[in-house]
């Protein structure tokens, strides 16, 4: 990676992705029965429906717009938005080639996207009645931050407490990727794995060497966090956050939100503040970390930010300017989860040994990638671990049972 590269002008960046999109590597789409992705669209949507509308007190009209939208996600085609919809134009492009066609056959990212959009415009998220700015998600994200493993895990930090930077960093890290695998909607559809019932969980990649080279102590650096879930994985991420400031590997701190409800428990800035509280209320170690994080949003070292683009059906190759700047002015972008890196290395079957160094060239500045692997993009792994991972038999790419820690300098 040259530094003329990694600091690619939006126009760099928009050939590399149009070089990347013109590979090929298939762009996943969801029209293969028994597929991953068909079973997303066929299963966990349609079931998703239904835990949302149980979870509330819904209006008739709320629930006749839900059915509206399950008989479209399951017999009709894709429609498009309102006209009068706010986003009407932005959903009108990028679905243009969708509209009227079946749900299965756009590509799994963009179709997974326009789902939330229309379930949030279902419940009256987007309106201006009542309903307006209503988590659907939020009973599920309360209960898993109110529940005993979030318990165990903050009081687990007193044992933390008096350990070696090092050790302490190196657990940290394992906390914040594996925070990964405990994601609401990956549980939604029946037979997805409880965190904690499968064998032993296995790194395919692991970076994390480099990770650390690119944070010296005393570096001034600021470190852009680009959030996934809440509660069980933003609780990691935050002390982890934590340890960056506190032993001075960063000077400030940029936590990237969602705009709004996406993915069911993706993180927005409401579940910052509820992870922060959590925290702050803990008896021991956690709250005193919580106690930091407090003052250190209050100071601006831990700033929280949001954009549009977090919740756009688009690959990070297609990022606008303004996003651009953001990442480029950080020493390293963590982007956490599975949907940041579908859409870091492209949503597409790549060759599981392609580059991840060269496939995220475009990405501004260094970037580091912490996820558990929760669907079929996977890429950077050496032959002998793709072999002994195609030999164990084990749904390795989908089942969150295996993780990767891949960092581009
Ligand atoms: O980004 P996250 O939270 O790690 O994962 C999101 C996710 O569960 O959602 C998709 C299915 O809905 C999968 O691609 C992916 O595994």
Redesign the pocket.
């Known amino acids: 990676m040259t530094e003329k590269t990694s600091r690619a002008s939006g126009e760099e960046a928009a050939r590399t992705s149009t070089s990347a999109a013109a590979s090929n590597a298939p762009v996943i789409l969801s029209n293969e029965a028994g597929s991953f992705a068909w079973g997303?669209l066929a299963k966990?949507h349609p079931a998703l429906v239904q835990q949302v509308r149980d979870a509330f007190p819904y209006s008739r009209r709320q629930h006749e717009a839900l059915d509206a939208l399950l008989d479209e996600i399951t017999n009709g085609v894709v429609e498009p938005l309102a006209p009068a919809e706010r986003d009407h134009e932005r959903w009108a492009v990028s679905g243009q080639e969708h509209f009227g066609r079946s749900w299965y056959d756009a590509p799994f990212l963009w179709a997974?996207s326009y789902f939330y959009r229309r379930l949030l415009g279902a419940v009256g998220y987007f309106g201006t009645g009542p309903w307006r700015g209503v988590d659907p998600f939020a009973p599920f994200k309360k209960a898993e931050l109110g529940g005993d493993a979030v318990e165990e895990e903050l009081r687990a930090l007193d044992a933390l407490a008096n350990v070696p930077a090092e050790e302490r960093a190196t657990a940290l890290v394992q906390a914040s990727l594996w925070g990964?695998r405990a994601?609401l909607?990956?549980r939604v559809a029946a037979g997805g794995p409880e965190v904690g019932d499968t064998a032993a969980p296995a790194l395919v990649a692991d970076d994390s060497v480099l990770l650390w080279q690119l944070l010296p102590v005393g570096a001034g650096s600021t470190v852009a966090v680009v959030a996934?879930?809440a509660g069980r994985e933003l609780i990691p991420d935050l002390i982890l956050i934590d340890h960056l400031l506190e032993q001075r590997h960063a000077d400030r701190v940029v936590l990237h939100v969602k705009p709004y409800p996406y993915?069911v428990s993706?993180a927005m800035t409401a579940d910052v503040v509820d992870c922060l509280r959590r925290l702050v209320e803990a008896p021991g170690e956690a709250g005193r970390i919580g106690g930091r994080l407090w003052k250190a949003m209050a100071a601006g070292t831990l700033e929280v930010r949001t954009h549009p683009f977090f919740c756009a059906p688009q690959p990070y190759g297609e990022m606008p300017e303004d996003l651009r700047g953001e990442f480029e002015s950080a020493a390293l972008t963590i982007l956490k989860?599975?949907?940041?890196y579908?859409r870091l290395v492209g949503d597409q079957l790549w060759d599981a040994t392609a580059s991840f160094a060269d496939l995220t060239t475009y990405f501004p500045g260094a970037v580091a990638a912490l996820?558990?692997l929760?669907?079929d993009v996977i890429v950077g792994l050496e032959e002998g671990t793709l072999d002994a991972l195609e030999r164990s038999g084990d749904a390795w790419r989908t089942s969150g049972t295996h993780a990767l820690i891949q960092v581009r300098q």
Do not use: A, M, Q
């Open positions: 997303v966990r997974e990964n994601d909607g990956f996934d879930n993915y993706d989860g599975d949907l940041n579908r996820r558990t929760k669907s």
